[in-house]
């Protein structure tokens, strides 16, 4: 896997050519709980980065999900939709919240990878 972070805790995996994947981190999914419902966005929806694609909630708080980079949402996990509890034992995995076309792959440029969020973990 190709994991890159955000600083509001949204990882992307950008493996794949045709569609990158984006879910919330471990951090994340720790901070929030037991997730109990997940907002995803609509497939075709068009965001810029850093706009709201989507809401998790928890037992806990409802929090917001950015988009990563810019694009077109192509897929969404819709085990996600029916299993929310998916984003806390499987953040990296089967809890993945969309894939996204993406618009601008230098944006990805301004995206943290695996030490660089551990660091920014450590001095939160």
Do not use: C
Not at 49 to 74: Q, T
Not at 79 to 84: F, H, V
Request: proline residues 4%.
């Amino acid at each position: 896997m190709t994991i890159l972070y955000t600083a509001d805790h949204e990882w992307i995996d950008t493996a794949l050519p045709a569609a990158a994947t984006v879910g919330i981190t471990v951090h994340a999914q720790d901070a929030l709980g037991d997730v109990v419902f997940v907002e995803l966005p609509e497939v075709g929806a068009i965001f810029a980065k850093g706009d709201v694609a989507g809401v998790v909630e928890s037992v806990k708080a409802a929090a917001d999900l950015y988009m990563p980079v810019s694009g077109e949402v192509v897929e969404v996990n819709e085990t996600l939709r029916a299993d929310p509890a998916l984003a806390n034992s499987a953040p990296l995995a089967a809890g993945w919240f969309f894939k996204v076309k993406l618009a601008d792959a230098s944006e990805l440029a301004s995206l943290m990878d695996e030490s660089a969020y551990d660091a920014l973990l450590k001095n939160a």
